[in-house]
């Protein structure tokens, strides 16, 4: 899984200019997926969705545009969506395992365990299973099997290499996802540290750190809100965060 390496969110990535010799703009596959990139590690999955959709338009056989339209799917709360996609992909992609572990992610969602289930464990048994895969086991046993969907964590993270920051936000993620604020933290926090100019991640850290009653969720939540304004969900969780302060604030007075 290669398409989180060198991602930068001013720069193109080394040895390609997304100019063409006259100054105009190449709007190719790789030209929307970047967009998509930039768009979801802002916490923008809607426009992420379209410039995935965008970069498989110009270029049907594109796998990370395929998987990345499913995984927004899944982020936008369409779950059923996301399995009818995921399936027309396999058709292109026969028994990928990040498509299988997608699908499992999906059904885990939307509540049909036994299918999630059965799709993870298809997954994990491919060849070449990546980073995505682990996570999505991960998600899909942490109600049920902690301290092996913990492992699965663990599994993810040793071999994500350059994709390493991305795979720690999605961890901490998920575990915030799931309520273990603690476990999520130490992923959120070097998440942040090597994606300084996503929102996400601020976001993401923010709210954790919000969860354990930390005070400094208030300077990382207001980071988010620099570098994505007006954002309504990190308004929300900073209000909410700043109100409890004052009751607590009122209450011992």
Known sequence: MKRFSRLEFDDSPRGRSDKRPHGESVRDEQHFYREALRCWLSGDFELALRNYSRSLEQNSAFYEAWAGQVLMLIELGEYREAVVWANKALELFPEHPELLALKAVAYARDGRMDKALAYSDNSVCRDNVTSRVWLGRAEVLLNRKKKIAENCISKALSIAGNNAPVIRLEAGRLLNAKGEYHAALEHLQNAVRDLPKSPLAWYCLGYCQAKLGRPEAAVTLEQSL????????????????????????????
């Open 226 to 253: 620099k570098l994505r304004p007006d954002w309504d969900a990190a308004q929300s969780v900073l209000r909410r965060f700043n109100q409890r302060g004052l009751l607590r604030r009122l209450f011992r007075r």
